[in-house]
């Protein structure tokens, strides 16, 4: 996904009761050990998988997981087409544009149902639909330029009457008045607006003609097609559903493991990061995850995201998603 710029906050967050605070691997499980290609540095937004470590829900399922950080500058489709991780997480358009390009890539589930791409706004300013957007200025970052485009495109919305202009991943142009809005996310950028104070409103694009999976896991088409690699691969997501479902139920949880464990030293607030991952459920469960399971893609959610990247200028085929890992991981359930 696209990032911001990490912005240090003090530690002095409200005590949180002793969760886990650690895990101890015995010996290596039959499987062998995976690395998994993290979509962005350790922060709230693996808390499924560090949930599916600490409490061993991955080597109960008979693997071993190294969690690699991401960044800015790591983009998880070459370390996967690479080898040096199994699995990868990052965003669709991303990952089509690489298939696109020849990469021999797979989706095989998704994190997010709903993007958290937003507009984001001061209260004040009164952006509570698209066309408020008239006569605004905007700060864009060059890599949501393409997205941008095509959400004003959907909304009708003649960029000329917009005044977009280039924007870094900072809050305080916003703040200032200088902006009246920018482009960040439901669930991190307006969770820290609001924990400085700010009162901000956001327009969730996917609300607005514009739905896209997002933070999505990816595999090579031979790993599909491998059959040691292809059961390491439903055993990492057998533990990540099982680690998200219960990131799900507790909040409190996932904050207390990326601050104090695994993302311990990226100065991260607790209760900003706990109210993240609430925020993130708004995004992950849906009818169609109570229906199917978490990650599920539905062949109208494909649909909806293939003719939503299509306006972004991008190509992608059905086949670039598939559900069969899934299904195997599942068995015929919705939960693990």
């Known amino acids: 996904m696209d990032r911001r710029t990490f912005i240090k906050v003090s530690a002095a967050a409200l005590a949180a009761p002793a969760l886990v605070t650690s895990r101890a691997l015995a010996d290596t499980p039959k499987l062998g050990k995976i690395a998994y290609q993290l979509g962005w540095v350790k922060n709230f937004q693996f808390a499924g998988e560090y949930i599916a470590d600490a409490n061993k829900y991955f080597e109960q399922e008979g693997i071993a997981v190294d969690l690699l950080a991401g960044g800015p500058s790591v983009s998880a489709e070459p370390i996967v087409i690479s080898g040096k991780a199994l699995v990868g997480q990052n965003s669709t358009d991303n990952t089509a544009n690489a298939v696109a390009k020849g990469a021999p890539l797979k989706i095989i589930g998704t994190n997010y149902q709903k993007s958290p791409s937003s507009i984001i706004s001061l209260t004040k300013t009164g952006l509570k639909a698209p066309k408020d957007l008239l006569g605004k200025t905007v700060g864009i970052q060059a890599n949501n330029q393409v997205v941008w485009n095509a959400f004003l495109k959907i909304n009708g919305i003649d960029p000329a009457s917009v005044n977009t202009v280039p924007a870094q991943h900072d809050f305080t142009p916003l703040v200032s008045g200088e902006l009246d809005a920018f482009f ?58 099982r680690g998200w479902q219960e990131a799900v139920k507790n909040p409190a949880l996932s904050a207390q493991l990326t601050v104090d464990v695994y993302g311990k030293g990226n100065g991260l607030d607790r209760a900003a990061q706990e109210k993240s991952a609430a925020a993130t459920n708004e995004l992950m469960v849906t009818a169609d995850t109570e229906k199917h399971g978490l990650f599920w893609m539905t062949d109208k959610s494909v649909d909806e995201t293939i003719a939503t990247l299509a306006t972004a200028g991008i190509v992608a085929r059905k086949d670039l998603f598939t559900n069969e890992i899934l299904e195997e991981a599942f068995q015929g359930k919705t939960t693990l």
């Not at 950028?189 to 924990?195: A, I, K, N, S």
């Not at 997002?214 to 390491?232: G, H, I, M, P, S």
């Open 184 to 241: 960040g996310f439901s669930n991190d950028d307006v969770v820290q607006l609001r924990q400085k104070g700010q009162d901000v409103s956001y327009l969730l694009m996917a609300d607005y003609g514009y739905p896209m999976f997002n933070c999505n896991y990816l595999v090579t088409e031979e790993t599909l097609k491998d059959k040691a690699k292809r059961a390491q691969v439903v055993a990492f997501m057998r533990g990540a559903i």
